[in-house]
């Protein structure tokens, strides 16, 4: 069990330093043999994921990750739990003034009545819809997947304009696809400026990554073997 997480724990310490650091990859990986044959690789990989992380934000391949995950972490899990918690909440989960979805008995602007009562169950499903998809959002963006972000952003748009017309046209009011439209531009902005950073640091480089010369391939097999 020790050995099997000292071995993720440095998969996870190489990944931080990403093509800057290859070489001081390679160094780490003939320690880590040692230490493994002195039995203390977890300890060992411990003090590596510690060094690689106090030198993500001194290059700017670092900073540029710690910026993806980041915008993953903080800003788009949460809208993702804003919305989940919209769709076990029930449509419309957003109280704004003038829009008592829940309390209106008879018919009355923005309130839910027999008559539109048959809508809801599809409108929170697309508010799962949006959690399910900022999840991907968040996934493609620590991949730095931008031209799939942005399929997943025109969906998005078509969700929350679907959303306005059949609350407009259902419950006389249209506020309900606020909160997610405001989500949604938040997201918008925060990827684009992570695609213009990407772009402006090289990131045509970057995604190189793939083509990763043979001795750093070997190293990867050596931690996963």
Not at 65 to 86: D, E, K, Q, S, W
Not at 119 to 139: E, N
Not at 165 to 188: H, K, N, Q, Y
Request: charged fraction near 15%; hydrophobic fraction near 50%; glycine fraction near 8%.
């Amino acid at each position: 069990m020790s050995s099997t997480l000292s071995k993720i724990v440095m998969v996870i310490a190489i990944a931080c330093l990403g093509n800057y650091g290859r070489e001081w990859a390679r160094l780490m990986l003939a320690e880590f043999r040692i230490a493994t044959e002195e039995g203390r690789p977890l300890s060992f990989a411990f003090q590596c994921l510690w060094r690689a992380l106090r030198e993500m934000p001194k290059h700017q391949e670092g900073r540029l990750a710690l910026g993806r995950y980041g915008v993953a972490l903080f800003l788009m899990l949460p809208i993702a739990a804003i919305l989940t918690a919209g769709a076990i909440g029930g449509y419309p989960f957003i109280n704004l003034p003038g829009l008592h979805p829940h309390a209106a008995s008879e018919w009355a602007p923005g309130g839910v009545n027999e008559g539109n009562r048959f809508a809801m169950q599809t409108l929170t499903t697309m508010f799962a819809i949006l959690a399910v998809r900022m999840l991907m959002v968040a996934w493609l963006v620590t991949e730095r997947n931008w031209s799939r972000i942005g399929n997943l952003q025109r969906l998005a748009a078509a969700i929350i304009t679907t959303i306005a017309i059949f609350t407009s046209v259902l419950m006389r009011e249209a506020l309900s696809a606020a909160l997610p439209a405001l989500l949604l531009g938040l997201e918008f902005a925060a990827v684009a400026t992570l695609a213009r950073w990407h772009a402006a640091t090289g990131g045509r480089a970057q995604d190189a990554e793939e083509e990763r010369e043979p001795a750093y391939e070997q190293a990867r097999a050596f931690i996963s073997g």
